[in-house]
């Protein structure tokens, strides 16, 4: 049965007389309302970061971080323009802050990742502990923690934001405060994080009920490193090259609890078979050239370059020299409420 019932006049007699009490028949809308399988939202699409960098930049002779509060260019999915969406159900952003400016201590219920592309020795400080970052490091906000960015090096840094924005918004469950203060209290020493929980040790009887990663930066340079032993060990899944995702410590799971990370290596040459899955995911390439076909697109990703590809599209990754490719997506939701998907071919 794929086509709804045929409407005859008797039936819209009757769908006119319930219109009054805000009711409406679910048959003739069954079939659109619960399809056989996604009806994509959103398009695939590529931002290449020559492009996207000199507008990163000038934005700073606009305004300041600190006036911004956020000084960010949002990446938004040229089929969801004005939505704030790369995807359905993710925010994606490129933010800038120069030497000597601070970006002003807030908290929401938003989760957010980061991911350098560019310049170093900026500090994300969260929840009382200050990271510096170096290109590739991936860093997590966790919701509601107090967080704020600052810059005693040279030189410009850029990163990519991942948020929930658009999972909250359709839980209805946006929450922020602004902190009295532009930088919130540092409490631990910088490094605290990682010598506790980021060596595959805990501190024995370590008890915590975050739902995120106690290591809040997992810097690329050990990032990296594990990718190239793993390429040395074996052979790459079929379907995604090198693959694997970044680990919470404490329980084997996600690093977060809404957005699932995730670093791959694509040997030179290297095309991998069809796959999709129901994530919509977004690509960041850290090193090398890779295509990612999709639909009738094929989007070259050079360094720093950003891609999404929306849920459930099926498509392959073609590297043209070694690549390395981070990837976050909405797959951890859609893991634990019980509906991820995916399909090889
Ligand atoms: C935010 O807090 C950051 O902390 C970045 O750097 C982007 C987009 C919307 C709302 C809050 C940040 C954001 C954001």
């Not at 009920?209 to 079929?238: Q, W």
Request: glycine content about 6%.
């Amino acid at each position: 049965m794929n086509a709804s019932p045929a409407t005859n006049a008797d039936r819209e007699a009757f769908y006119a007389r319930i219109d009054p009490q805000n009711m409406a028949p679910l048959w003739t809308r069954l079939k659109s309302l619960v399809p056989a399988a996604p009806t994509p939202i959103g398009v695939p699409h590529q931002w290449r970061y020559a492009d996207v960098r000199p507008f990163v930049l000038e934005s700073a002779q606009h305004i300041s971080a600190a006036e911004a509060e956020r000084r960010v260019l949002i990446l938004e999915n040229p089929a969801l323009r004005g939505s704030s969406q790369i995807t359905s159900s993710l925010y994606a952003g490129i933010q800038l802050i120069m030497p000597g400016e601070v970006a002003p201590a807030h908290r929401h219920t938003q989760s957010a990742l980061r991911l350098v592309l560019e310049g170093s020795g900026a500090y994300t400080a969260v929840d009382g502990e200050k990271t510096i970052m170096q290109p590739g490091d991936f860093v997590i906000t966790p919701s509601w923690t107090w967080h704020h960015h600052g810059h005693e090096a040279t030189g410009p840094m850029v990163w990519l934001d991942g948020l929930d924005i658009p999972m909250l918004a359709h839980f209805n469950s946006t929450f922020r405060e602004d902190h009295h203060q532009a930088e919130a209290n540092i409490t631990r020493p910088t490094g605290d994080s990682m010598a506790r929980y980021g060596s595959g040790l805990l501190p024995l009887n370590h008890k915590s009920d975050s739902l995120n990663s106690p290591v809040f930066n997992y810097p690329y340079a050990r990032t990296r490193e594990a990718l190239a032993r793993l390429a040395h060990a074996g052979a790459p899944d079929v379907h995604q090259g090198y693959v694997m995702r970044y680990v919470n410590p404490v329980d084997g799971g996600w690093a977060m609890p809404t957005m699932a990370t995730t670093i791959r290596l694509l040997p030179a040459g290297f095309e991998t078979h069809t796959y999709r899955s129901s994530e919509s995911a977004i690509f960041v390439c850290l090193e090398g050239e890779t295509t990612i076909n999709v639909g009738e697109q094929k989007l070259s990703l050079q360094p720093e370059d950003v891609a999404v590809v929306p849920g459930w599209m099926p498509y392959t990754l073609n590297a043209k020299s070694e690549s390395v490719l981070f990837c976050f997506s909405d797959r951890v939701a859609q893991e634990k409420l019980g509906f991820f998907r995916e399909a090889r071919q």
